[in-house]
């Protein structure tokens, strides 16, 4: 993008003013994560590891799912499925882990 790799979601739109709503509207952008490991390592601080957006609200929300198994929530399910469905956001973004000590 000629623009940069940042970029902000509102209302299932792109949008390119990321300053625009603070607060209102969701920020992503293209990370090179070998990069950023590299830079990271540099600091002292290792990496843990890249993983799906999936696996990681799998695990760490466990809690929160176990919580709401049986409940009827038509919105809670569509909001999950988008964040979770491997066709959606689920497989595209990703999460970096890294520790200091």
């Not at 993008?1 to 739109?13: A, D, F, I, K, P």
């Not at 601080?45 to 695990?59: T, W």
């Amino acid at each position: 993008r000629e623009e940069g790799t940042l970029r902000s979601y509102r209302g299932h739109r792109a949008g390119e003013d990321v300053l625009s709503a603070v607060g209102e509207q969701d920020l992503t952008a293209h990370v090179n994560f070998s990069r950023l490991g590299s830079a990271v390592e540099a600091t002292g601080m290792r990496v843990i590891g890249v993983e799906d957006q999936h696996d990681f609200v799998m695990r760490a929300g466990r809690g929160l799912l176990e919580e709401r198994e049986g409940v009827a929530d038509a919105g809670f399910a569509k909001q999950f499925q988008t964040l979770m469905h491997p066709g959606m956001m689920g497989r595209v973004f990703k999460v970096a882990r890294f520790e200091k000590g």
